[in-house]
Protein backbone atom coordinates (compact mmCIF):
# COMPACT_ATOMS: atom_id res chain seq x y z
CA UNK A 1 0.00 0.00 0.00
CA UNK A 2 2.69 2.26 0.80
CA UNK A 3 4.61 2.46 -2.35
CA UNK A 4 0.86 2.31 -4.08
CA UNK A 5 0.59 6.06 -2.34
CA UNK A 6 4.01 7.33 -2.60
CA UNK A 7 3.46 6.53 -6.62
CA UNK A 8 0.47 8.52 -6.80
CA UNK A 9 2.11 11.26 -4.46
CA UNK A 10 4.95 11.68 -7.41
CA UNK A 11 2.47 12.18 -9.81
CA UNK A 12 0.47 14.48 -7.72
CA UNK A 13 3.26 16.22 -6.91
CA UNK A 14 5.53 16.24 -9.83
CA UNK A 15 8.43 14.12 -8.11
CA UNK A 16 10.53 11.36 -8.26
CA UNK A 17 9.29 8.60 -5.90
CA UNK A 18 13.23 8.23 -4.59
CA UNK A 19 13.05 11.97 -3.57
CA UNK A 20 11.06 11.67 -1.14
CA UNK A 21 11.73 12.19 2.27
CA UNK A 22 11.70 9.55 5.10
CA UNK A 23 8.95 11.26 6.82
CA UNK A 24 6.23 12.18 4.02
CA UNK A 25 4.05 15.09 5.73
CA UNK A 26 2.62 18.36 3.66
CA UNK A 27 5.26 19.94 5.64
CA UNK A 28 8.35 18.22 4.12
CA UNK A 29 6.77 18.08 0.24
CA UNK A 30 7.74 21.65 -1.27
CA UNK A 31 4.60 21.53 -3.45
CA UNK A 32 2.17 20.15 -1.05
CA UNK A 33 -0.80 22.91 -1.14
CA UNK A 34 -4.08 23.28 -1.13
CA UNK A 35 -4.86 22.33 -5.13
CA UNK A 36 -2.54 19.38 -4.94
CA UNK A 37 -3.63 18.20 -1.53
CA UNK A 38 -7.53 17.71 -3.46
CA UNK A 39 -6.03 16.13 -6.37
CA UNK A 40 -3.94 13.63 -3.93
CA UNK A 41 -7.00 12.73 -2.41
CA UNK A 42 -9.11 12.14 -5.75
CA UNK A 43 -6.00 9.12 -7.11
CA UNK A 44 -6.48 7.94 -3.84
CA UNK A 45 -10.10 7.59 -4.02
CA UNK A 46 -9.77 6.16 -7.54
CA UNK A 47 -6.79 4.00 -6.69
CA UNK A 48 -8.09 2.16 -3.56
CA UNK A 49 -11.98 2.61 -4.13
CA UNK A 50 -12.73 4.87 -1.41
CA UNK A 51 -14.36 7.77 -0.44
CA UNK A 52 -13.40 10.37 2.37
CA UNK A 53 -15.61 12.22 4.63
CA UNK A 54 -14.20 16.18 5.07
CA UNK A 55 -12.73 15.48 8.44
CA UNK A 56 -10.42 12.86 7.19
CA UNK A 57 -9.49 15.02 4.26
CA UNK A 58 -8.18 17.81 6.13
CA UNK A 59 -6.23 15.10 8.42
CA UNK A 60 -4.85 13.37 5.61
CA UNK A 61 -1.48 15.16 5.70
CA UNK A 62 0.97 12.65 6.32
CA UNK A 63 1.68 8.93 4.98
CA UNK A 64 1.42 7.81 8.11
CA UNK A 65 -1.96 9.14 8.75
CA UNK A 66 -2.95 8.44 5.10
CA UNK A 67 -2.67 4.55 5.52
CA UNK A 68 -4.11 4.87 8.58
CA UNK A 69 -7.38 6.62 7.52
CA UNK A 70 -7.46 3.99 4.08
CA UNK A 71 -6.92 1.26 6.66
CA UNK A 72 -9.75 2.13 8.56
CA UNK A 73 -12.07 2.00 5.82
Known amino acids: M ?3 IITIMAEVFEMNPQDFPE ?3 QKTVEDW ?4 HLNLIVEL ?3 FDKSFEPEE ?3 MTSMDKIIEIIQKK
Open 2 to 4: KEQ
Open 57 to 59: ISE
Open 23 to 25: QIT
Open 45 to 47: EEE
Open 33 to 36: DSLR
